[in-house]
């Protein structure tokens, strides 16, 4: 009897280690699933990293080259345009021989009669192309404008408005002051008077 009773045991024992194993085994794939889901949420979570450090090292590298670019046509603009406010100040030099020629016609007679006087005023005259092909030389061009010519904002200052028949409205009556561009860039408007309807 004893042995029965031992062998009853034996077998509760059996049992009950085969239960403990079959509970060990669950409770192993139970975490290794545990785990595994672990591991796709990490893997999940790494791989939006990535892609956050992904898109904003191209942000930065776009951020980088813009800057670069825009530097550079900073450099390339302050190479082009160095010499705008010496160009500025010698057109009031450039409006003087301007103004000079336009008051010759009155004293055309007596340049004639004077040799000395006819020499300095080609002088002047030939100081003047001189210096308007200085200019060209370094981009500095004319606004050309006339009377009779649309009035450009772009290129154009009124300096007042007038009636003319003769004209439509918003034409350029009179050109009071040369105009200039240094490359693409305006240097100084012309000033003009406009024409307006009555």
């Known amino acids: 009897m004893e042995n029965k009773g031992k ?8 049992e009950s280690e085969k239960k403990s194993e079959i509970g060990g085994k669950s409770e192993i794939s139970g975490k290794s699933s545990k785990n595994s889901e672990i591991e796709k949420n990490s893997e999940a979570d790494l791989l939006a990293q990535i892609s956050e450090l992904k898109d904003a090292l191209l942000r930065k590298t776009a951020e980088s080259e813009n800057l ?5 046509k900073e450099k390339d ?8 406010g010496f160009a500025r100040d010698l057109l009031a030099v450039l409006d003087n021989f301007e ?3 336009s008051n010759i016609a009155s004293v055309k007679d007596k340049i004639e009669e004077d040799a ?3 020499a300095y ?3 002047i005259a030939i100081c003047e192309k001189e210096l ?9 061009f004319r606004v ?5 010519d649309p009035f450009n904002h772009e290129l154009h200052q009124a300096m007042c408005e007038v009636e003319d028949s003769q004209q439509p409205a918003g034409a350029v009556v009179k050109v009071f002051q040369t105009g200039y561009k240094y490359n693409d860039r305006l240097l100084r408007p012309a000033m003009v008077s406009v024409s307006k309807k009555k």
Do not use: P
């Open 7 to 14: 062998g009853v045991n034996s077998e509760e024992q059996m």
């Open 68 to 72: 670069r670019k825009r530097l550079e």
């Open 77 to 84: 603009d302050a190479v082009k345009y160095a010499n705008k």
């Open 99 to 101: 103004r000079i020629n």
């Open 116 to 118: 000395n006087l006819k």
């Open 121 to 123: 005023f080609e002088g």
């Open 132 to 140: 308007l092909s200085t200019f060209q030389k370094y981009g500095i």
């Open 144 to 148: 050309e404008v006339a009377a009779g």
